[in-house]
């Protein structure tokens, strides 16, 4: 079965810091989404790319999806408590009814 | 801005009692979806909805879900006898064909 791979499962990072979340696919992604949740809430979307090399940025967070549209990451500069929560990437793998896969999440937990 | 909504944002039901979830798309597209999400775990495709039918559905969407589009505007999903295991947020979402999908606050359900 198609899976989306997420990495790390989950990260503690200093207030102020940089951090890296990605999210691997085996399948060429037609379209990428991220998401923020927090837990048990619903999800906030944050952006979403479909060409390759695309960059996206809004507020402190970068997106981007690589050139062979199999892996895209996500990138928060100066991580603040507002990051924390659990970040979530979709994939449109180009299945025909254009459903999403999932990857499991990355907890994100910002330390004063 | 068009948005998905969807009502209620939580529902408490006793096992064996059926459900009904509503969602309102958006209004000009053409693909509709449910997913759902127990907590702490993946997003789950449950079934895709094209064209006044099932397009496809997953291993989850066994006899006792159904969805419709009684009216042309909103989209059902329907539990007929709820077991514990189905406790989780449910997700509409919507998308036109390739574009964007976009998706509903989510309708948490907790069966007691």
């Not at chain 1, 500069?77 to 990437?89: E, F, V």
């Not at chain 2, 969602?23 to 597209?29: D, G, K, Q, R, T």
């Amino acid at each position: 079965s198609q899976e989306l791979e997420q990495s790390p499962q989950s990260l503690i990072v200093q207030e102020g810091k940089n951090l890296t979340i990605n999210c691997t696919s085996s399948k060429t992604l037609y379209g990428l989404y991220w998401y923020k949740q927090k837990y048990g809430e619903g999800l906030i979307f944050l952006m979403m790319l479909q060409k390759g090399g695309e960059e996206k940025s809004h507020e402190k967070i970068t997106a981007k999806l690589d050139e062979k549209k199999q892996q895209s990451s996500l990138h928060i500069t100066a991580s603040q408590p507002s990051h924390a929560g659990i970040y979530l990437c979709g994939a449109d793998v180009g299945d025909s009814n254009y459903q999403l896969i999932w990857g499991a999440g990355t907890k994100l937990i910002i330390k004063p | 801005e068009p948005e998905v909504t969807q009502t209620p944002s939580h529902q408490v039901t006793q096992m064996g009692q059926e459900v009904i979830l509503r969602c309102v798309p958006i209004s000009n597209h053409l693909y509709f979806y449910w997913y759902r999400q127990i907590l702490g775990q993946k997003v789950e495709f449950l079934v895709s909805f094209y064209n006044n039918e099932i397009s496809e559905k997953s291993e989850i969407f066994d006899d006792q879900f159904s969805v419709e589009r009684p009216d042309g505007s909103n989209f059902t999903l329907k539990i007929r006898s709820t077991k514990l295991e189905d406790s989780a947020m449910y997700f509409c979402a919507s998308r036109v064909s390739y574009n964007e999908q976009f998706f509903g606050p989510g309708t948490r359900l907790t069966v007691l």
